[in-house]
């Protein structure tokens, strides 16, 4: 497990603070360490993915990000609109950070001491959980776990909530490539 200095705090601050009128987001509040909310801007939308810029506290990052295209919970019915989620594929130069993977949930937490699993064709990962967050576990399977998502069609990523409802979200695979390739150039 690898942790860089704004790691957790920054997928929040940028979400907090988007204005996307291709996405609908519920406005999350950001750990006090977040600073200055980011605003964000959409450079291109490519298929179910979005590819964006913002500068966060003055730190440039680019990101790819998507919803889910299906959520299911069980118990059933336990998360709302409120609890949107979200699939991020960040790059921060400033801290050399590129395509790292992460998953933000907003209305809810991980259950503590938790693993995501996330399973893609016929491979499955790993993901860390902590608060509303979620990283692949072993750094090294970073680049592996990307490249299978560049070739698969949808993703599918298993948690439990801390009140312990078990999540199941989908989240389309068309656009990812683009997206990435789009964020990836805006933040050379």
Known sequence: ????????????????GLSMPQLAFAQAKPPAAAGPTAQATLLG???????YSATPGGQKVCFALAKPTSSSDIPPNRRTAANAVYLF???????????ELSVLVTGYEFKPNTEASVAVGGSSFAMYT?????????????????????KGSDVA???TTSRGSQTTDTF?????????????????
């Open 157 to 159: 990523i298993k948690a």
């Open 130 to 150: 902590q608060k509303d967050g979620a990283w692949v576990k072993n750094a090294a399977e970073e680049a592996k776990m990307l490249d299978t998502m560049r």
């Open 1 to 16: 497990m690898r942790l860089t200095p704004n790691r957790f705090a920054l997928p929040l601050a940028v979400v907090a």
């Open 45 to 51: 939308q490519y298929g179910d993915w979005g590819a």
């Open 172 to 188: 389309s695979l068309k656009g990812l490539a683009e997206a990435v390739k789009r964020a990836g150039d805006e933040c050379k």
């Open 89 to 99: 594929v960040s790059t921060r130069p400033a801290e050399k950070v590129s395509n």
